[in-house]
Protein backbone atom coordinates (compact mmCIF):
# COMPACT_ATOMS: atom_id res chain seq x y z
CA UNK A 1 0.00 0.00 0.00
CA UNK A 2 1.48 3.27 -1.22
CA UNK A 3 2.28 6.21 1.75
CA UNK A 4 -1.11 8.35 1.93
CA UNK A 5 -1.20 11.64 1.03
CA UNK A 6 -1.18 12.80 4.53
CA UNK A 7 2.45 11.24 5.43
CA UNK A 8 3.74 12.63 1.84
CA UNK A 9 2.82 16.06 2.86
CA UNK A 10 4.35 15.83 6.11
CA UNK A 11 7.49 14.65 4.73
CA UNK A 12 7.54 17.91 2.45
CA UNK A 13 6.93 20.07 5.27
CA UNK A 14 9.84 18.11 6.83
CA UNK A 15 12.43 18.69 3.98
CA UNK A 16 11.54 22.18 4.34
CA UNK A 17 12.18 22.66 8.22
CA UNK A 18 14.01 19.30 9.41
CA UNK A 19 13.91 18.79 12.52
CA UNK A 20 17.49 19.40 14.74
CA UNK A 21 17.55 15.64 14.99
CA UNK A 22 16.60 14.27 11.99
CA UNK A 23 19.80 12.15 10.68
CA UNK A 24 19.84 11.03 14.45
CA UNK A 25 16.27 9.94 14.27
CA UNK A 26 16.20 8.10 10.33
CA UNK A 27 19.56 6.61 11.26
CA UNK A 28 17.63 4.91 14.66
CA UNK A 29 14.56 4.01 12.56
CA UNK A 30 16.79 2.58 9.56
CA UNK A 31 18.57 0.16 12.41
CA UNK A 32 15.79 -0.95 14.01
CA UNK A 33 13.54 -1.64 11.10
CA UNK A 34 16.06 -2.87 8.94
CA UNK A 35 17.05 -5.19 12.07
CA UNK A 36 13.55 -7.01 11.74
CA UNK A 37 13.24 -7.02 7.83
CA UNK A 38 14.65 -10.13 6.06
CA UNK A 39 15.16 -8.10 2.40
CA UNK A 40 15.18 -11.94 0.73
CA UNK A 41 11.73 -12.43 1.29
CA UNK A 42 11.06 -9.55 -0.69
CA UNK A 43 14.19 -8.42 -3.31
CA UNK A 44 11.37 -5.94 -4.96
CA UNK A 45 14.45 -3.08 -5.22
CA UNK A 46 16.25 -6.01 -7.70
CA UNK A 47 12.50 -7.03 -9.48
CA UNK A 48 11.37 -3.68 -10.04
CA UNK A 49 14.21 -0.60 -10.52
CA UNK A 50 17.83 -0.84 -11.80
CA UNK A 51 20.33 0.23 -10.11
CA UNK A 52 23.11 3.06 -12.08
CA UNK A 53 25.85 1.58 -12.82
CA UNK A 54 29.04 3.70 -12.20
CA UNK A 55 32.24 3.25 -14.19
CA UNK A 56 34.02 1.37 -11.48
CA UNK A 57 30.49 -1.14 -10.93
CA UNK A 58 31.05 -2.17 -14.71
CA UNK A 59 34.38 -2.93 -14.17
CA UNK A 60 33.93 -4.67 -10.91
CA UNK A 61 30.92 -6.70 -12.65
CA UNK A 62 32.56 -7.43 -15.41
CA UNK A 63 35.71 -8.92 -14.01
CA UNK A 64 33.28 -10.91 -11.22
CA UNK A 65 31.31 -12.83 -14.25
CA UNK A 66 34.40 -13.14 -16.37
CA UNK A 67 33.39 -11.33 -19.01
CA UNK A 68 35.34 -8.28 -20.83
CA UNK A 69 33.65 -4.49 -20.38
CA UNK A 70 32.72 -4.37 -23.93
CA UNK A 71 30.97 -7.80 -23.78
CA UNK A 72 29.18 -7.15 -19.94
CA UNK A 73 28.23 -3.64 -21.68
CA UNK A 74 26.46 -5.32 -24.54
CA UNK A 75 24.56 -7.92 -22.58
CA UNK A 76 23.46 -6.03 -19.43
CA UNK A 77 23.31 -2.34 -20.26
CA UNK A 78 21.40 0.28 -21.59
CA UNK A 79 21.78 4.30 -21.39
CA UNK A 80 18.67 5.53 -19.41
CA UNK A 81 16.79 8.64 -20.27
CA UNK A 82 19.30 10.49 -17.82
CA UNK A 83 22.06 9.24 -19.41
CA UNK A 84 23.24 7.01 -16.71
CA UNK A 85 24.25 3.13 -17.27
CA UNK A 86 21.40 1.04 -15.83
CA UNK A 87 20.64 -2.51 -16.33
CA UNK A 88 18.60 -3.59 -19.86
CA UNK A 89 15.91 -5.70 -17.58
CA UNK A 90 14.33 -6.28 -14.78
CA UNK A 91 14.38 -8.46 -12.51
CA UNK A 92 18.39 -7.61 -11.85
CA UNK A 93 20.02 -10.19 -13.80
CA UNK A 94 22.20 -11.18 -10.59
CA UNK A 95 19.24 -12.17 -8.39
CA UNK A 96 19.31 -15.89 -8.22
CA UNK A 97 16.11 -17.54 -7.82
CA UNK A 98 15.78 -17.90 -3.70
CA UNK A 99 15.94 -13.47 -3.82
CA UNK A 100 19.64 -13.44 -3.22
CA UNK A 101 22.68 -11.41 -5.16
CA UNK A 102 24.46 -13.95 -7.23
CA UNK A 103 27.03 -10.76 -6.97
CA UNK A 104 26.73 -9.49 -3.20
CA UNK A 105 30.58 -8.92 -3.33
CA UNK A 106 30.72 -6.69 -6.49
CA UNK A 107 27.35 -5.48 -6.70
CA UNK A 108 27.05 -2.23 -7.70
CA UNK A 109 27.27 1.29 -5.43
CA UNK A 110 23.61 2.03 -5.57
CA UNK A 111 22.92 -1.70 -4.66
CA UNK A 112 25.17 -1.18 -1.39
CA UNK A 113 23.51 2.47 -0.68
CA UNK A 114 19.79 1.43 -1.00
CA UNK A 115 17.38 2.80 -0.17
CA UNK A 116 19.61 5.51 1.53
CA UNK A 117 17.82 5.88 5.06
CA UNK A 118 21.31 6.01 6.86
CA UNK A 119 22.78 8.69 4.79
CA UNK A 120 23.47 11.71 6.43
CA UNK A 121 21.12 14.86 5.35
CA UNK A 122 18.30 12.61 5.13
CA UNK A 123 15.91 15.59 4.42
CA UNK A 124 18.08 16.36 0.82
CA UNK A 125 16.49 12.36 0.29
CA UNK A 126 13.25 13.12 1.04
CA UNK A 127 11.91 12.94 -2.63
CA UNK A 128 14.03 9.85 -3.24
CA UNK A 129 12.91 8.25 0.11
CA UNK A 130 8.96 8.51 -1.26
CA UNK A 131 9.43 7.02 -4.37
CA UNK A 132 11.52 3.96 -2.82
CA UNK A 133 8.75 3.80 -0.37
CA UNK A 134 6.86 2.54 -3.18
CA UNK A 135 9.47 -0.61 -3.89
CA UNK A 136 10.71 -1.05 -1.04
CA UNK A 137 8.25 -1.79 2.35
CA UNK A 138 11.19 -0.87 5.04
CA UNK A 139 11.39 2.41 3.95
CA UNK A 140 7.76 2.53 3.95
CA UNK A 141 7.45 1.74 7.48
CA UNK A 142 10.86 4.16 8.46
CA UNK A 143 9.20 7.02 6.37
CA UNK A 144 5.38 6.46 8.44
CA UNK A 145 7.21 5.96 11.62
CA UNK A 146 9.43 9.30 11.11
CA UNK A 147 5.90 11.70 10.47
CA UNK A 148 4.20 9.63 13.70
CA UNK A 149 7.71 10.79 15.85
CA UNK A 150 8.72 14.20 14.24
CA UNK A 151 4.79 14.75 12.54
CA UNK A 152 3.49 16.32 15.43
CA UNK A 153 5.55 18.90 16.18
CA UNK A 154 5.47 19.87 12.81
CA UNK A 155 1.54 20.36 12.99
CA UNK A 156 2.11 22.42 16.12
CA UNK A 157 4.68 24.94 14.06
CA UNK A 158 2.58 25.40 11.53
CA UNK A 159 -0.30 26.97 13.60
Known sequence: MPLSQSVKKTLLDIKKRPPEKLDLI???????????????TCAACCKKISPILYRHDIVKLAKAV?????????K???IDKDNDYV???TPC??????????????RPTSCREYPHTDRRRFYQLIDLSIKNADV??????????????VGKDLVFKRR
Do not use: R
Open 26 to 40: VQKLHEEVFYQTDCS
Open 87 to 89: FKN
Open 76 to 78: YLK
Open 136 to 149: CPAVQKILEQLVGI
Open 66 to 74: KMSIEDFAE
Open 93 to 106: PFLSSNNWCDVYDD
